[in-house]
Nanobody, 121 residues
Framework: QVQLVESGGGLVQPGGSLRLSCAAS????????MAWYRQAPGKERELVAQ???????TYSDSVKGRFTISRVNAKNTVYLQMNSLKPEDTAVYYC???????????????WGKGTLVTVSS
């Protein structure tokens, strides 16, 4: 069974930084793209950043220049370094990954349960 587990959320002051981690575990054959989404109360879930298996990142306009997505394939882990945080960054952040399991030879999307980031003074 494949699982994604996020960590690193918390309370931070505006202008501060946090680093989120997401580790995939279980019956994994390969991981393709990985991504971070976020959802604020009353809003739709939105894509924040994604990274290909080769390490090529893309970002939403709202976080460009402030957030950095990276991955360590040997650890099945993706990170989101968040700098210059703003109150509008407050949301539950979810990890997403395209994974091929050992038992099912097709790509499937997996989601973590989320980690809360609160940016407030």
């Amino acid at each position: 069974q494949v699982q994604l587990v996020e960590s690193g959320g918390g309370l931070v002051q505006p202008g501060g930084s946090l680093r989120l981690s997401c580790a995939a575990s279980g019956s994994i054959f390969r991981i393709n793209a990985m991504a971070w989404y976020r959802q604020a109360p009353g809003k739709e879930r939105e894509l924040v950043a994604q990274i290909t298996s080769g390490g090529n990142p893309t970002y939403s306009d709202s976080v460009k220049g402030r957030f950095t997505i990276s991955r360590v394939n040997a650890k099945n882990t993706v990170y989101l370094q968040m700098n210059s945080l703003k109150p509008e960054d407050t949301a539950v952040y979810y990890c997403n990954a395209q994974i091929m399991s050992m038992r099912y030879s097709a790509w499937s999307n997996y989601w973590g349960k989320g980690t809360l980031v609160t940016v407030s003074s």
